[in-house]
């Protein structure tokens, strides 16, 4: 598992920042062209509502431990992460887990 999570979170990351340059400010506009990007299929009016659900709570989960005085601390070299981003990256990965990807033959 931690194997796969130092080779995926790069690339989490990097396509969490195409959907910010594509669609810069328009959260339903990222969650939207994430959803076309990984199921090559638009996504219904519930799945942008609850993609967007996700984002802001993520958001906020992340932002608020990222304020934590021993986060602050261990990392005080680094730049601040950006929670948005972040969540942005995890929506991607919980997405890439769903399972529109398994099928039976």
Known sequence: TLRVRTTL????QD???RLRRECPGDALGQVALLWFVLFADEPTSAE????LA????QTGTLRSSASQPMAKE???KAPPPDPSLQALASLCQTLLQSNRFLYVD
């Open 9 to 12: 979170a790069p690339k989490l």
């Open 15 to 17: 396509i969490a920042e």
């Open 74 to 76: 261990k990392n005080a």
């Open 54 to 57: 996700f984002l802001v709570e």
């Open 48 to 51: 942008l509502q609850r993609g």
